[in-house]
């Protein structure tokens, strides 16, 4: 809700209080305030003026020659480009010195030989957003009415010396989407009055139910309707105060009538409607459900196709008007209009919803009906808007109103006591203490004794039950007045468990080693869902999906990784390495609501690092994303538990890509994306990850044990072995480990080969194995003796020889 600080100064007294001090009281009050916008701020030098004489410039056949007088006989030349200047006209001129929108300074120039003191201005140069701007002025200067004063300050004439602030307003404060709910909410706060306009017009003595009846079947949907007949009305442009008010709050001005009624909606919060009487059809205003596959062309000029659930206006046999959200183009207001069937009613919100959700349409009106409009305003703002119809278009209105009513209204009563508030608050006001708060905010207070007994004004609809007015209560007398207190009792502070500490060590981790942290969306399309799923499933689909991108829930992170690098890429971002820690959703049957269990992924494509001082480039490859996932093993701990075997996977590459084993059990996989999917994906040389992170977060890890650190010399040996190329090197490792004994420490493979000098089928690999004891030095004996056992061991198992 954007609300005019200058219009708000018209119901409530705001003398010595800024907008940006009310702005803050309002928001310490339990409505927030999300900003304060100064409309002319750094604006400056702009004045009405008069074109005197319009000529065509003598060298430019789209510029004209005007002579604009500034008021006090000053008469200046303008070159002005806008084809709608002319002669006789007031206009809005930014005079030399003027500061415009954007900081933009107007200078005395020249343009193509003739001199430009100043620049004649549209309302988007003086910063009004062109969507707000009327039609006939959305291409060109805006002319001012002729009953304003050459030389005055012209941003005051367009509304623009003014604030507005922007509430940020929760569902259940829907009497602060008028000015009056406003201004209670603000006279309350300031302990101030609030002033109602006014509202007087002579009626004709012709009778308003002589021209039209008013038939409601739908009464649970539209238990309240009045109808307004105004005649003789003629269609301009509404005064310019009008129009600047609807500007402010974010609407766009049309014509008198019809600015009325937004004008009336803004001020009431009641929603209007105006028709052409003589377009309607007939005399009969019927409202009632909309049949099956009725249409109606709305004003935006879309034909619609109506169900059952929708509440339509109609002259009793065609809609004139989909109820609550838009009229029908039918009975529009247009230009020869002469005659006004007015209508101000009460809908229910739920079917209002319905239908503005259904066509997609959302209304100043329709956001008003979903949330509650006060019914005893109903009449109010018919009367209103039929008295400025009156003085701004010189209708004639017709004696008495014509209206339908199926259901009573009365204010809804309310008892608390003050010693329940106070329990609640953990405050000691007194009760005549709230019984002023409530009377400020013009609820009706009995205070007896204890109790307080609160009849609540239709307007505000959330106060319903006693917890409501404590919290009236609670921020009028202002929150920061409620007392500061700790707990009492025993305290358990607050830590993270097991599980959460080693999850954020993955997350550290990972983010030092250069990977950034990337949050996917959890829905998926069926077509990804399966792609690199760790467990296979069934799918869990939404039962309303809001695209097929976006239907079923994934079971791999991956998918969503991938789509990240390629809209990297495909912005010149070549270096691109991501991780995520998120859930994976497997079906447990229908009944059931979905296993979710928790996924570690990475993706990483382009240079892992580059030093061009040096001409050194390194390429991610296998290895690089495999010493990664290697490193984070060792941080938790699990290096001696982990395994890789070569495997084939769909989607991978058949030659790089492992999957893990943690004691054996498979956690994930890691590798090269197929060079397939990465053509149709436009990615250059990625390679990705995913582990099943509960797995391995709660494996049992024991305690580090820490040694000594020894004081003996360790003995290395190297040896090459000479085996089947389709032997796997870490099965020889693990031999070799378990073969080597206490002494043997450790096992690096250092070489490869296969070439002319190996016979064919035959691989040599090479190892560097390390020996020592803590306790003493080895000797050549020692390790010739366990070496020998490594040596036997692998020429049984594989087949090995030593390479010559």
Not at 298 to 310: C, F, K, M, V
Not at 442 to 454: A, E, M, R
Request: some cysteine; aromatic content about 6%.
């Amino acid at each position: 809700m954007f609300v005019s600080y200058k219009w708000l100064s018209e119901y409530v007294d705001l003398s010595g209080i800024t907008p940006e001090e009310l702005a803050e009281k309002i928001t310490r009050s339990g409505i927030e305030v999300e900003g304060v916008e100064v409309l002319n701020e750094g604006l400056k030098g702009v004045k009405v003026g008069y074109v005197v004489e319009k000529e065509q410039h003598p060298d430019a056949d789209k510029l004209n020659k005007c002579q604009v007088d500034l008021g006090d006989g000053e008469v200046v030349q303008i070159i002005c480009g806008a084809k709608n200047v002319d002669k006789g006209q007031k206009v809005a001129v930014a005079t030399v010195g003027a500061v415009l929108p954007g900081n933009f300074k107007i200078k005395k120039a020249k343009l193509r030989g003739e001199v430009s003191n100043g620049m004649i201005c549209s309302l988007q140069e003086l910063g009004i957003e062109s969507k707000l701007v009327a039609k006939e002025y959305s291409e060109g200067i805006f002319v001012f009415p002729n009953d304003v004063e050459v030389g005055v300050d012209a941003l005051e004439q367009l509304g623009l010396d003014d604030a507005i602030l922007e509430l940020g307003l929760t569902p259940n404060r829907s009497d602060a989407l008028s000015m009056l709910g406003v201004a209670h909410e603000v006279a309350a706060i300031l302990g101030r009055e609030v002033k109602y306009p006014e509202i007087a017009y002579e009626s004709i003595s012709e009778k308003a139910e002589a021209a039209v009846t008013v038939h409601v079947e739908a009464t649970d949907d539209n238990p309240l309707y009045v109808a307004k007949i105004i005649k003789n009305v003629t269609i301009a442009p509404s005064p310019l105060w009008m129009q600047t008010r609807l500007m402010a709050a974010g609407i766009r001005p049309h014509n008198n009538v019809v600015d009325i009624t937004n004008f009336v909606l803004l001020e009431y919060g009641q929603p209007l409607h105006a028709f052409d009487y003589d377009r309607f059809g007939s005399k009969e205003i019927l409202v009632r459900r909309a049949h099956e596959g009725e249409k109606i062309v709305t004003l935006d000029d879309q034909e619609r196709t109506l169900s059952t659930n929708h509440l339509v206006i109609t002259n009793g046999k065609e809609p004139v008007a989909l109820a609550g959200v838009m009229g029908g183009a039918n009975s529009e207001v247009q230009s020869d209009t002469k005659t006004v069937l007015l209508e101000s009613a009460l809908f229910h919100g739920q079917t209002i919803r319905t239908a503005s959700k259904d066509h997609g349409l959302r209304s100043e009106a329709s956001a008003r009906y979903e949330k509650g409009v006060d019914p005893n305003r109903v009449h109010a703002a018919a009367e209103r808007a039929a008295a400025l119809i009156a003085l701004y278009a010189g209708g004639e209105v017709l004696e008495g109103t014509v209206e339908v009513q199926s259901k009573s209204f009365e204010p809804a009563v309310v008892q608390t006591t003050v010693s329940k508030v106070n329990r609640l608050l953990g405050m000691n006001i007194s009760g005549e203490e709230m019984k002023d708060i409530l009377d400020r905010l013009q609820f009706g207070v009995v205070l007896d004794n204890d109790t307080l007994t609160v009849t609540v004004p239709t307007r505000r609809g959330d106060i319903t039950i006693e917890e409501d007015l404590v919290e009236e209560i609670a921020r009028l007398y202002g929150y920061d007045n409620i007392p500061t207190t700790l707990p009492i009792g025993q305290a358990y502070p607050g830590k993270l468990t097991d599980y959460q500490q080693k999850r954020r060590k993955v997350r550290r981790y990972l983010e030092g080693t250069g990977l950034y942290q990337a949050i996917t969306y959890s829905l998926t399309s069926e077509e990804k869902a399966f792609k690199y799923a760790l467990e296979q499933s069934e799918l869990i689909k939404l039962a309303l999906p809001m695209s097929e991108e976006r239907s079923v829930l994934r079971l791999s992170l991956l998918p969503h990784l991938l789509d990240a690098l390629k809209y990297n890429l495909a912005r010149q971002i070549d270096q691109v390495a991501l991780f995520e820690i998120g859930s994976v959703f497997l079906s447990q049957g229908t009944a059931k609501q979905p296993l979710e269990k928790e996924r570690l992924a990475g993706a990483i494509t382009g240079l892992w690092h580059s030093h061009l001082w040096q001409a050194e480039k390194k390429p991610v490859d296998f290895y690089v994303i495999k010493g990664i996932i290697e490193g984070l093993f060792d941080v938790l701990g699990l290096t001696t538990q982990i395994q890789f075997k070569q495997v084939k996977r769909e989607g991978m590459h058949p030659g790089r890509t492992a999957e893990i084993l943690l004691a054996g059990k498979f956690i994930g996989f890691i590798g090269q994306v197929h060079p397939t999917v990465q053509k149709e994906m436009d990615l250059t040389e990625t390679y990705v990850f995913e582990l099943s992170l509960v797995d391995l977060l709660n494996y049992n890890v024991e305690e580090t044990q820490f040694e000594v650190i020894p004081r003996y010399p360790s003995i290395t040996r190297d040896i090459a072995l000479v085996v089947n190329k389709d032997t796997v090197a870490g099965d020889i490792e693990q031999a070799i480990t378990e073969a080597g004994g206490k002494m043997l420490k450790e096992v690096v493979v250092f070489d490869l080969y296969e070439g002319d000098k190996l016979e064919e089928g035959k691989k040599s690999v090479a190892f560097s194995l390390r020996y020592f004891d803590p306790e003493r030095t080895l000797t050549d004996e020692d390790v010739t003796k366990a070496h020998n056992k490594v040596l036997k061991a692998v020429e049984e198992k594989f087949g090995a020889t030593l390479r010559g």
